[in-house]
Structure formats: C-alpha cells, structure tokens
Nanobody, 125 residues
Framework: VQLQASGGGLVQAGGSLRLSCAAS????????VGWFREGPGKEREFVAA????????YSADSVKGRFTISRDDAKNTAYLQMNSLKPEDTAVYYC???????????????????WGQGTQVTVSS
C-alpha cells in the first residue's frame, strides 16, 4: 500500500489542523493505520493508531484529548484531527500502515511496514 500524507502547515498555538493520509494500491480496510511524528532533534514518536475505524483507537498520552485519529475506508483515507495545538507539537508527521492483526494497536514504529512521506506541522507561540 502506498501512503500520501498532507494537510500540514503553520498554525498559532491553540489552533487546529487536520492531516490526511491517502492510501492506494491495496485494500485499505485490511490495514491498521498509525500516525507518528519527529520533532526537531527528537526521535520518531507514536501519536495515534486506528485498526477498525469504529472508534476503538489508541493515542499517546501527550495528545490524548486534543488529537483524534479516524478513517474512512470508502475513501481510502485516514485523518488526524489536531486541536489545541502547542509549540511542542511542531514536527514532521508521518502516517504509517501495517496489516491488521485483530484489534491489535501498536505504538511501535518498527511494526509498521508502510510509510508516507511526512508533512510538516509548525506551531508558533
């Protein structure tokens, strides 16, 4: 499956952005989707994951209550709605996919075999 992330940009603290991850090549519904990010000088970290699109998701504590992952399998697209953005959310955001194993939701980048190219999110203070 090929992934294309988009929707990044420059936003003021407290603002919102919605990232999109468009998939092609395989049946998107067979994949668990994850979002990861790399901040300046930081390692890649897990943000959120969604296996079924039924509201059963897994988010990092740092974004819980502010970010929401969702997906529309009919459109082969996953989303990351980001609200109440903070300067520390500044990073390149990547969407990733792995073949779904039941309801398993992984926060490990190594478990995801497919990656998009990343989209830059910059939050100014």
């Amino acid at each position: 499956v090929q992934l294309q992330a988009s929707g990044g940009g420059l936003v003021q603290a407290g603002g919102s952005l919605r990232l999109s991850c468009a998939a092609s090549g395989r049946t998107f519904s067979s994949y668990t989707v994850g979002w990861f990010r790399e901040g300046p000088g930081k390692e890649r970290e897990f943000v959120a994951a969604d296996a079924w699109g039924n509201g059963s998701t897994y988010s990092a504590d740092s974004v819980k209550g502010r970010f929401t992952i969702s997906r529309d399998d009919a459109k082969n697209t996953a989303y990351l709605q980001m609200n109440s953005l903070k300067p520390e959310d500044t990073a390149v955001y990547y969407c990733a996919a792995r073949v779904r194993y039941g309801s398993s939701l992984s926060n490990s980048a190594g478990d995801y075999g497919y990656w998009g190219q990343g989209t830059q999110v910059t939050v100014s203070s």
